[in-house]
C-alpha cells in the first residue's frame, strides 16, 4: 500500500499527516511499529463501527420513522 496514493484535500489534515509520518518514520522498534499499525487498524474499525451507530440512531435516516413535512410542521410517528 501506497500512502501516497491516498489524496487529503483539507489542509490541516495534510499537516496532521505529515506530522505522524515523520514520527512513525523515526520510530526503529519493529515491535513498536507492529503495535502502532495494529492500532491504527483498529482505530479505523472503530471509526467505522461509530458511524454505522450514528446512521441507525438518526430518525432522519431510520427506515422506522415517518416524517411528513406539509406547510413549515413536522409530524413524526
Given at each position: ?26 520510530i ?46 413536522v409530524?413524526q410517528?
Amino acid at each position: 500500500m501506497n500512502p501516497n496514493s491516498i489524496e487529503l484535500t483539507n489542509l490541516n489534515k495534510c499537516f496532521e499527516y505529515e506530522k505522524v509520518a515523520r514520527d512513525i518514520d523515526s520510530i526503529s522498534d519493529i515491535d513498536e511499529l507492529k503495535n502502532l499499525a495494529k492500532s491504527f487498524a483498529k482505530l479505523y474499525l472503530k471509526q467505522e463501527e461509530v458511524l454505522s451507530e450514528l446512521k441507525w440512531h438518526n430518525p432522519a435516516l431510520d427506515k422506522n420513522w415517518l416524517i411528513i413535512v406539509k406547510e413549515n410542521w413536522v409530524i413524526q410517528f
